[in-house]
């Protein structure tokens, strides 16, 4: 961490005006959908249904062999094609489960209801387990692997802030289902055995706020608490810094709290009342290279380019295609892939030149890095193929937040020097 540390955030323009007040557009695929058959970096599934079985929604279709448990179910009904290799938002070919949609679209039960208020907070723990809820901000960790043990937990974080540019998916799902986003609120509070749970809401959100104040009002315990319009403030480490005023090293729990993404909350709400997995998405496709920047909401399993074109197709024929927010996402060859469980973004920009000069040594990046890294050290050290150096530098700290690049007045792609750094030294580490 830097000796001296800037103000480890910046503000962004939001671009948020394309989509938040638009209607959202309800999607379904025109043939097939591809279930990717991972959950984080785990492929290793057992498959429950053969080539040529019907399926409905929420027909259980595989479960995770080793690692954490993460079962997945069908987004659709329709008949199980087998398994098809495809490209996938982490930038390489992937196992997907194909399935080719009917006519009836008709559910089954994945799971039976549960009160959560006479259930006890293990069953809870299991409900989610079952249901197959992972975060959905990005990360796509199982959550109820933050709240089987709680020891130690004061309190729960509800990350409402989406802090990226353009992405409008989180206050959209709220805005329409805050019923739902406090009923998830309090699973977590219950999980969590906790009596306080502070819901991170950007200032730039009044709306947002009111409308979840006016629904928390005979709620205990819950509160709304209003964050600045920075970035990354969605970040859990600068939100605990924001909220609690305080670091931690590893994980959010040394600082005694868990943090959720809010529509994770929404997802939990729905496995309990109504015994539902994760079957649609909504989705902000968004940037000025797409002609009609939207919400859509669609089911699991969607592919990108069908999504492109109910947003009314690209501006030009060369655009940036980002899996994810323009920050942090992962710029994509082509629209080939699908919307998965942790998919909240597509971004599409214009195509822009490599326009990077030589680094001037300003230290814009070192200011701004929310971690407290010295970024341009990391990047001497690639340079200089020290993967001693790039480890001391805390190379493996870095969360690709893209801050660094985006403040570099010589327009040097410094996240993915850093990005080169990082596997250098994972790299050392597996030998």
Known sequence: MSLFLGEMHHHIPGRKGLTEKKDIISLMPEKEVYIPLAAGANTDFEIFVSEGDKVQIGTKLAQTKSGFFVPLYSSVSGTYMGIKKRMSAMLKPMDHMVIALDETQTKTQALMPLDYHTATREECVEQIKQAGIVGL??????????????????????????????????????????????????????????????????????????????????????????VPDV?????ERVLVREILHTEYDRLPSEAHTIISNATTAIAAAYAFEKGEPIARKIVTVSGEGVKNPSNVECPVGTPVQEVIKACGGYTSESVRLIAGGPMMGRTIVNDQFVIDRATNAITVLPHAADDAIACLRCGRCSDHCPAGLQPVRIAMAVNAGDAKEMEKRGALQCIECGLCTYVCPSHIDVTENVRKAKRTVMLKKKK
Request: some cysteine.
């Open 231 to 235: 970035y990354p403030m969605g970040w």
């Open 137 to 226: 901000g990005g990360a796509g960790f199982p959550t109820y692997v933050k709240y089987q043990k709680p020891d130690g937990i004061d309190c729960i974080i509800i990350n409402a802030v989406e802090c990226e540019p353009y992405i409008t998916a989180d206050y959209k799902i709220i805005m329409k289902d805050v019923s739902h986003f406090v009923m998830g609120c309090e699973i977590f509070k219950k999980m969590a055995d906790v009596s306080k749970v502070y819901i991170a809401i950007k200032k730039t959100h009044p709306d947002l706020i009111q409308v979840v104040q006016d629904a928390l009002h005979d709620k205990q315990g819950m509160e709304v608490y209003p």
